[in-house]
């Protein structure tokens, strides 16, 4: 089963350029094969620049944990290097409403 997948990080690094596209990179290898897209949101101040990615989409972990587990198997070094923050919600879908409690 599918589950709905928000995924939260936040990437610092030394300015140096082109960091959005840097971690563009990274996702796209990190999530190959799983239905996720991303946003973007990238700034510079004092020397530093951040990017906050905003993943959501469909996947078939199941629960934070999996997650995790997954993006430590799968992750580059440098997704750890520049991680600096995350959050993420996991909701699988349930057979029936879960509302009444008869289905």
Same mark, same amino acid.
């Given at each position: 089963?599918?589950? =709905?997948?928000?995924? %939260?990080?936040? #990437?610092?690094? @030394? *300015?140096?350029?082109?960091?959005?596209? @840097?971690?563009? $990179?990274?996702?796209?290898?990190? #999530?190959?094969?799983?239905?996720?897209?991303? /946003?973007?949101? @990238? $700034?510079?101040?004092?020397? +530093?620049?951040?990017?906050?990615?905003? +993943?959501k989409g469909m996947s078939?972990?199941?629960?934070?944990?999996?997650?995790?587990?997954?993006?430590?198997?799968? *992750? =580059? %070094? +440098?997704?750890?290097?520049?991680?600096? !923050? /995350? $959050?993420?919600?996991? /909701?699988?879908?349930? $057979? !029936?409403?879960?509302?009444?409690?008869?289905?």
């Amino acid at each position: 089963m599918n589950s =709905e997948t928000y995924l %939260d990080f936040c #990437f610092v690094r @030394e *300015a140096s350029g082109n960091f959005a596209s @840097e971690i563009d $990179k990274v996702l796209s290898n990190l #999530f190959k094969g799983v239905r996720l897209n991303w /946003y973007l949101d @990238e $700034k510079s101040k004092d020397g +530093v620049e951040i990017v906050v990615a905003e +993943v959501k989409g469909m996947s078939r972990w199941e629960s934070e944990e999996e997650t995790i587990e997954f993006i430590e198997g799968h *992750a =580059e %070094d +440098v997704f750890w290097e520049y991680l600096q !923050g /995350y $959050k993420m919600f996991i /909701y699988p879908n349930k $057979k !029936g409403c879960n509302g009444c409690g008869t289905h």
